[in-house]
């Protein structure tokens, strides 16, 4: 296993760690605490959960896993979240949170999923950091952290705080255009970094003809080239692999006791390849995103992108991603005067008026 700094916190992460959002038998916490103590035997220290996976059931499971990783002496850190914003709100979330996990204190707690600066402006006038800073006093979290779904560098807005010691957000083969610069915020403020969505939601491995270029060879499983990608980014600290089962674990340790870093050059070219891969689909570069209408194009482009590579016969993945991952109101694409500025700017030649106007004419 391989360890890193998580930021200036003094703690040693390892690099994979163990996402509580996918386990195939939430019901069995049998199970699922095996996951855990044989994902902890090969190396993984960091596992994070959230009170909206299967409900509380991951926070349930995950307090049967971590005694048992106590019992055996196995060392680890826990993340988990919240989405409220009020201190009774915050209070009554971590009073359950801490009973569920079977802890004192969580390592690195989450304000969660700020998806966009709106957003964050109003959870911080409910008081949210205050709250953070006295639990930290308090000692019932020991890192103030934050997870994000902003893109280009609009995070740099959210670190202006000075509070945060680490920030989850997703990255990916696949969207790694968009989230790149949030890095150069991070790297200044010299946090720790945690990935979600190591497989792009899914889309590579269910893809993977499209993610061809980030092969060692031919016969490299898909799911090890893409994390291999993330791997060679220095500046991540974890990332978070969600597993349905315990063979899934134990792949993923081989993966990285295999892993051997490329160097800058070589990662260079392999990211140069991938705008020729994606041809037709939005690689969420957000040059596009300075609609006179203030339309976000990128989020409506990605959400697009479900629709191409993910929709199933009568599905909704449009509407289905512009809700529930980046809180966008489906009519908001109605709003595009046609002013062709956008098209002009991508670097994908897509032909984003044509797809606001069928996103607009489909009712979520
Ligand atoms: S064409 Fe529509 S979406 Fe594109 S910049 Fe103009 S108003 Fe915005
Ligand atoms: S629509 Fe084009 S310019 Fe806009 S984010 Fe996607 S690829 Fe980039």
């Excluded at 499983?221 to 315990?246: C, Q, Y």
């Excluded at 062709?340 to 670097?347: I, L, P, R, V």
Aim: proline fraction near 4%; include cysteine.
């Amino acid at each position: 296993m391989l360890y890193r700094d998580y930021g200036t916190t003094g703690k040693k992460v390892s690099l994979l760690g163990f996402g509580g959002m996918r386990f195939g038998q939430i019901d069995d916490a049998e199970t699922c605490a095996r996951m855990m103590v044989t994902a902890a035997e090969g190396g993984v220290n960091y596992f994070d959960t959230a009170p909206g996976y299967f409900g509380t059931k991951s926070e349930e499971v995950f307090g049967k896993g971590l005694a048992e990783l106590r019992q055996r002496k196995l060392p680890y850190y826990v993340a988990t979240k919240t989405f409220a914003t009020t201190e009774k709100g915050i209070r009554t979330e971590i009073e359950g949170q801490l009973k569920r996990l079977n802890v004192p204190a969580i390592d690195f707690y989450h304000i969660w999923c700020i998806t966009s600066l709106a957003n964050w402006q109003e959870r911080k006038k409910d008081g949210v950091l205050e709250t953070f800073r006295k639990l930290k006093e308090e000692k019932l979290i020991n890192h103030i952290c934050v997870s994000s779904h902003l893109i280009k560098d609009e995070i740099k807005e959210l670190l202006l705080e000075g509070v945060f010691e680490g920030v989850l957000f997703g990255y990916s083969a696949y969207n790694f255009k968009t989230r790149e610069p949030a890095f150069d915020a991070i790297r200044a403020k010299k946090l720790g970094a945690v990935l979600m969505n190591p497989l792009g939601g899914g889309i590579i491995p269910q893809h993977p003809e499209l993610f061809e270029f980030l092969k060692h060879n031919p016969d490299e499983p898909i799911t090890h080239a893409a994390l291999r990608f993330l791997w060679d980014h220095r500046d991540i600290s974890v990332t978070l692999v969600g597993f349905n089962d315990e063979a899934q674990v134990k792949d993923t340790l081989s993966a990285i006791n295999g892993y051997t870093p490329r160097t800058e050059a070589e990662l260079a070219a392999v990211k140069a390849k991938a705008s020729a891969s994606f041809e037709g689909l939005c690689t969420g570069c957000a040059y596009c995103d300075d609609c006179p209408q203030g339309i976000p194009i990128p989020k409506f482009m990605d959400s697009y992108n479900q629709k191409l590579l993910n929709d199933k016969p009568n599905g909704n993945a449009i509407a289905d991603r512009l809700k529930g991952h980046w809180n966008v109101d489906i009519e908001k694409a109605k709003d595009c005067i046609e002013c062709g500025q956008c098209e002009s700017a991508c670097t994908q030649h897509i032909n984003i008026i044509e797809r606001l106007k069928a996103i607009g004419g489909k009712t979520a």
